[in-house]
């Protein structure tokens, strides 16, 4: 049906929902006039359930006026809905500028936190026997954005029958939000959930991926209403919503979801929210630093916070208690998963200085990421921020579940690049959400490596870690130079990929470019055969013996061996290595990929983003803001789209050396590498490269555990190494003290 048709006496339009607060009345007065009415402004939440609202030591009090019909049951709700949207709208007329309809939706007050009823009952006109309610109110579409007034959501339509279902309400791929709700109880908390998913763009406890010329849309089946003209009738409607134009709110990095979060089919009540433990402390010698962890142990845990905060306030403003320059200084972050296991961190730090006499180590680290270091090691080992490189993993590395939290703390990141509905493919989502099963098909693999350095890329960069180095392992090499913003379009690769005969049946697949190197006949198959062994002396000098077996990629002390599975097996008897095989098959990186060489320098052949074409001319002033290494030569590649598709047509064509390619990068002035990716394989090899080197290896994605407690891991590395990340995001918009003391009350 149509949702907007004209009409002599205006237009029938869509109603955008523009408030959403929660309010107490007196019982004596529902359904009530709101005259003076206190209310707590909803509308910027994070949490998509009324039981998690986190507490707010200073919540947002506003007076709300007017008069709002009281709506206790499904049916009068699809009795509103219907009025509202048959309604005729002159958005020209003056009196209807203002246009304005509320409603309130009775809450039960045992689903709200104890601090909302508490801080609304606390108003003299409704101290006794309050009645909470859902207040939303609304406005016709065309004068909202005439006002330019956010809307959460937009009433599209109502549906005179029952709910399609279209795909499974936990789907994670589902392009809608869908509920049958079938009794009274749980209205408001399911409206609340509906609004709310809409306007965070999540989907239960993922990120609602966006769909190209569509926008995001909830259905709610108001289900088994009975019929008052004839009570035997049972009848059911769909109410329809659309997301509004009002942005996310982040998620503060130090919130956590409860560990076992409640399954879809259950009410909308749910555990209160984790708060995490991000505490950086300072001192000006090892005996200064015993001493303040030994106080945090002795403060009370209120006390313990805000001095979290002061020191946390005193970092951001470059105001610590310790010259950053001391060579006597040290620098310690406390991490902690929540504020039961901060003791446990302290006492960890201690025992370890404690067992030393002096800070012989280049740092004290516990599991859990908590880390001290001393100032004169980051000076002594060049720990700077133009000592920042970007490593970008190859394919494999992503896995089902990877970033599976990240759009809850970074939501307007994930908006920007899903504009055009893009990003679930560039991140091959169906294949590595929590429930994807995974792939070793090469295109995929590769174009979700680019995805997702795209996207951690940009995440980095917003945290203010920005790196004066970059380089990648093998296919990371490509998402170097889509991650960092470099290509103007880097999203037609997934496309190009798709279409290639190289990346489908060339290098991978059948290995039509291993049999044309072997000029077999074509009833005869390839025999091909990958291992992942150790390396040791002389081996190197037995496979020139082998004309069908090759070292694709050396880490040094390890590499991956491909070619011919007799060869293979024979090289590997006669030299006595043990290796394990690979199931992932691909001719990169041999003699062999050259057959494809122009296809694949065509793929990777784009024109340069306005970025990537400042930085050709920075580079060309002998100025460049970051140098891009490639395994082509081992050295900074020219910023050009025929260098880069040369460069990248070399690698692949050739063995990769990426212990060469890391030492190099690192006699160029990198020390702090940070992996660009799922996982840290590449902090593996780098590690054990560089082992006699002053380095550090940092992930940015660990796997088996959130993306909160992986960045607040790296954000206490770059602390302790002297870095200045933007630490803003920690706390979000509603971050009090009132959150860990509601904490500790329900320990």
Not at 351 to 373: C, H, W, Y
Not at 375 to 400: E, H, L, M, R, W
Request: contains cysteine; aromatic residues 8%; neutral net charge.
């Amino acid at each position: 049906m149509s949702t907007r048709s004209i009409t002599n006496n205006g237009i029938a339009t869509k109603w955008a929902l523009c408030g959403l607060y929660c309010v107490a009345l007196p019982k004596d007065d529902v359904p009530a006039n709101l005259a003076n009415t206190c209310a707590i402004d909803l509308s910027d939440e994070f949490v998509l359930n009324l039981a998690q609202i986190p507490a707010r030591e200073r919540p947002s009090i506003v007076d709300v006026h007017g008069c709002a019909q009281w709506l206790d049951n499904r049916a009068a709700l699809l009795s509103y809905c219907q009025q509202l949207l048959a309604r005729r709208i002159d958005i020209k007329a003056g009196e209807n500028i203002e246009a304005r309809s509320s409603i309130v939706i009775p809450v039960n007050g045992a689903g709200l936190p104890a601090w909302l009823r508490s801080r609304l009952s606390a108003d003299a006109k409704t101290s006794l026997n309050a009645s909470f309610g859902l207040l939303l109110t609304f406005m016709p579409v065309p004068i909202a954005l005439k006002q330019g007034i956010k809307m959460l959501a937009r009433l599209r339509q109502v549906l005179p029958e029952p709910l399609k279902q279209t795909a499974k309400p936990n789907a994670q791929l589902a392009k809608y939000w869908q509920r049958q709700l079938s009794g009274d109880d749980d209205l408001a908390s399911c409206i609340f959930n509906l609004v709310q998913s809409l306007k965070q763009r999540q989907l239960q406890q993922h990120y609602w991926y966006g769909v190209m010329h569509q926008s995001r849309q909830a259905y709610l089946e108001l289900a088994g209403m009975v019929n008052a003209e004839q009570p035997r009738v049972v009848a059911s409607a769909t109410l329809v919503f659309e997301q509004g134009n009002q942005t996310a709110t982040p998620w503060p990095l130090l919130c956590t979801e409860p560990s076992a979060a409640l399954p879809i089919e259950s009410t909308f009540d749910s555990e209160p929210l984790n708060w995490q433990v991000f505490w950086p402390v300072t001192a000006l010698n090892k005996t200064e630093l015993i001493v303040k962890l030994n106080r945090i142990l002795a403060l009370p845990t209120s006390q313990r916070y805000q001095q979290m905060l002061n020191d946390l306030n005193a970092y951001q403003q470059h105001k610590t208690s310790t010259d950053t320059q001391n060579a006597k200084g040290l620098i310690s972050v406390l991490v902690a998963s929540e504020i039961n296991a901060l003791d446990g961190e302290v006492k960890q730090l201690l025992e370890r200085l404690g067992q030393q006499t002096a800070l012989s180590q280049a740092s004290i680290q516990t599991p859990s990421g908590s880390v001290v270091r001393q100032v004169k090691d980051n000076q002594q080992a060049q720990f700077i921020a133009d000592s920042v490189c970007f490593v970008y993993p190859g394919v494999g590395t992503c896995y089902p579940g990877q970033f599976h939290d990240l759009s809850r703390y970074f939501p307007r990141l994930y908006q920007t690049l899903d504009t055009n509905g893009e990003l679930a493919e560039l991140l091959a989502a169906r294949h590595f959400l929590a429930d994807g099963q995974g792939t070793d098909k090469l295109t995929t693999l590769a174009q979700a490596g680019v995805g997702s350095a795209w996207l951690l890329s940009h995440l980095l960069q917003q945290l203010n870690i920005t790196p004066a180095y970059a380089f990648g392992y093998s296919l990371g090499e490509v998402s170097m130079w889509a991650g960092l913003s470099l290509w103007q379009s880097p999203q037609v690769l997934g496309e190009r990929l798709a279409k290639s005969v190289a990346f489908n049946s060339g290098i991978t697949g059948e290995l039509n470019a291993v049999a044309q190197h072997w000029q077999l006949a074509p009833e005869q198959e390839v025999h091909w055969a990958s291992y992942s062994l150790r390396l040791p002396d002389g081996f190197t000098q037995n496979l020139v013996h082998y004309d069908k077996a090759w070292l694709a990629i050396n880490h040094g002390d390890s590499g991956i061996l491909v070619g011919d599975s007799q060869q293979c097996q024979q090289l590997l008897n006669e030299t006595g290595v043990r290796a394990i095989k690979v199931g992932f098959v691909t001719a990169m990186h041999t003699p062999a990929a050259q057959y494809y060489g122009d296809e694949i320098a065509q793929i990777f052949h784009l024109p340069l983003s306005e970025q990537g074409q400042a930085l050709a001319l920075q580079a060309s002033r002998k100025q460049p803001a970051v140098k891009l290494f490639s395994s082509a030569n081992y050295q900074p590649v020219k910023v050009s789209s025929d260098a880069i598709s040369q460069s990248i047509h070399d690698c692949f064509c050739q063995p990769l050396d990426f212990a060469h390619l890391t030492q190099q990068v690192y006699q160029a002035g990198a020390r702090i590498f940070i992996e660009v990716g799922a996982g840290r394989s590449c902090c593996t090899h780098i590690d054990k490269i560089l082992q006699h080197q002053p380095h550090v290896s940092l992930a940015t994605n660990g796997k088996g555990q959130s993306s909160s407690r992986s960045l607040l891991r790296l954000l206490a590395q770059l602390v302790s190494l002297g870095l200045k990340p933007e630490l803003d995001s920690l706390f979000g918009r509603h971050f009090s003290l009132s959150l860990y003391q509601q904490q500790d009350q329900s320990i």
